[in-house]
């Protein structure tokens, strides 16, 4: 079994331990998928993702938890072209990659025009404070990452979403 492997069935135990989950998690790229600013690479490079972003990724699709994008990028071409050679673009049900003063408020705001889902029902990994405060204010559970998206803050983001719906873990 891959890495990849090993964290989606991981991820899938301690999603598995929540009755409450999120109708939508939302990802910021730069810093919380991949380890870099993509406005330093060129659509040529080969972009890489945390260790633990890809299977995390795969076990809320298992799941059956829609995923989208919200990124503050000045190159969003690039960022398109990244997820795209990471084959990962498809899983994103809104992807809103655009240059923005409003810390994502804007972002959240065509997210939830594009799918429906209120605030109160979405996860967000960024690691930018402002970007996680400016986003809680809106109703939305929001977790600062410090390396990236992993297992510990899946876990951490899984346990607030559920504390602030009012269920609590079932173990």
């Given amino acids: 079994m891959g890495d990849d492997e090993k964290v989606k069935e991981e991820a899938l135990q301690i999603i598995g331990l929540y009755q409450n989950l999120p109708r939508l998690v939302v990802f910021d790229l730069d810093y919380t998928l991949w380890p870099f600013y993509c406005e330093f690479y060129n659509e040529d490079d080969m972009p ?3 260790p633990q972003a890809r299977g995390i990724l795969y076990a ?33 049900v ?3 990659i655009f240059s923005s003063w409003t810390h994502k408020r804007e972002h959240f705001q065509r997210i939830y025009r594009k799918t429906g889902f209120p605030y109160s029902s979405m996860l967000f990994f960024d ?16 977790i600062l990452v410090g390396n990236g998206v992993n297992l510990a803050a899946l ?4 346990s607030e979403f559920s504390q602030q719906s009012g269920l609590s873990c079932t173990s």
């Fill in 48 to 50: 890489y993702l945390f």
């Fill in 60 to 92: 809320l699709k298992d799941k059956g938890i829609d995923m989208a994008i919200a990124s503050r990028s000045p190159t969003p071409e690039i960022a398109k072209a990244f997820l795209d050679k990471l084959s990962i673009k498809s899983m994103f």
């Fill in 94 to 96: 809104a992807q809103e």
């Fill in 127 to 142: 690691d930018e404070e402002r970007n996680t405060e400016t986003v809680s204010k809106m109703d939305v559970t929001s």
């Fill in 155 to 158: 876990r951490k983001g899984l």
